[in-house]
């Protein structure tokens, strides 16, 4: 069976662009970012991060049985505990019974808990994680510019093992070029990076109706 030909990281980058520009520019987003909103709204979206995480962690130790997955699964990326420590903040030790998930994140976690190989296994972390590490910490700033958050409430958003995220984000693209997927595969793990950002953008876009 043959290999790769193309670099996997770079290949999900070309194939997710678009998509990636559409989640990023939607309404909610782009109000959230630039303080239109308030931190109430930035609660309901950690709210909704919940379901998606604690899906592709389980996930990870799905699939942790195959060796190339293994390559990907880092512990100093699970965010589901740091989750729940910021709901706890923004919605009080109740949290559980105070949040509202909405249907669209809903369907976004049962997507991830249908997958069961390598390709999109890869296309979910990478559009989950590196997006954290990159554009997550974009919003990190500005919910502390906008909103005058400290860090309570935004743990999801730092990586306390993983002080630069650069050299971090080039490790995690070398293994991921390094899983050596057969050109139908790679084909497969794009597709699947697209619909990632596809369940993101109607998330977002449920979020926006709501605030």
Known sequence: MPAQT???SAHLRT????????????GFITRLMG????????????AQQLPVYEALERASARLSGDARVRTLIFD???RTPSIRQDLEFLFGPEWNGSID?????RAYAQRIDEINDVPEYAAHAYTRYLG?????QIIKRMMQRHYGMGDEGLAFY????????????????????GLGLTGEELDRAGREAQL????????FTALGARH
């Open 6 to 8: 193309d670099a996997l």
């Open 15 to 26: 194939s997710t662009r678009t998509a990636h520009d559409t989640a990023e520019t939607t």
């Open 35 to 46: 303080g239109e909103l308030g931190v109430d709204a930035y609660a309901d979206l950690a």
């Open 76 to 78: 100093e990326l699970t």
């Open 101 to 105: 998930i909405l249907d669209e994140a």
């Open 132 to 136: 954290d590490l990159s554009g997550g």
């Open 158 to 177: 730092h990586f306390e093992e993983i002080p630069k995220p650069k050299p971090f984000k080039d490790i995690y693209r070398e293994r991921l070029d």
């Open 196 to 203: 990632a950002f596809e369940l993101n953008t109607k998330l």
